[in-house]
């Protein structure tokens, strides 16, 4: 997911870190023992030193991956979503790194439409941490994050790429 200009709201800081990263910037949102959410912002963007042992925790592990694509995340994610999009992202985080699915594949494996996929891949809240890059469109690379061009299609190609994939 793209962040919205949180900057233009004078005194709103909802990140407990924002991590620096080849293709722009991640804002990094905990709670008191879970990792929120994880959202693509563009380069440029302040980076606060992470503010809780949950957004400490995320940096590094972030940096670790973006190190070794290997790397194995361990955070606490927050429960949330319906219990599709929960089957959805858990069949997302199946899929081997260095590989990757189409839209149609994985509906079949969650038993519903490719369409219906593609809305859970874009509201997956924890990017990279559940993979959603690794879903492609059968005829080419597809979306990301509800967006067929721009910042986050360069960031999937990255992401791809990092893996091997591309």
């Known amino acids: 997911m793209l962040a919205p200009d949180y900057n233009a709201l004078p005194g709103t800081q909802p990140f407990s870190a924002i991590l ?59 429960p949330r ?24 594949q994985l509906a079949n494996a969650v038993g519903s439409i490719p369409r219906a996929v593609g809305q859970a891949c874009g509201d997956n809240p924890f990017p990279i941490v559940i993979p959603c890059h690794r879903v492609i469109a059968a005829n080419g690379l597809g979306g990301f994050a509800h967006h067929a061009g721009g910042l986050l299609i360069d960031t999937k190609r990255w992401l791809l790429r990092h893996e091997g994939v591309v």
């Open 20 to 78: 620096p990263t080849p293709f722009g910037a991640l804002g990094i949102m905990t709670g008191s023992q879970y990792l929120l959410e994880i959202v693509f912002l563009p380069g440029g963007e302040t980076t606060p030193t992470p503010s809780d042992p949950i957004a400490e925790k995320a940096v590094l592990q972030l940096k670790r991956y973006l190190d070794d694509p290997a790397y194995r995340f361990d955070l606490p994610l927050a």
């Open 81 to 104: 979503g319906s219990p599709f999009r929960r089957r959805t992202w858990a069949a997302i985080s199946e899929i081997p790194l260095g590989e990757t699915r189409t839209y149609s």
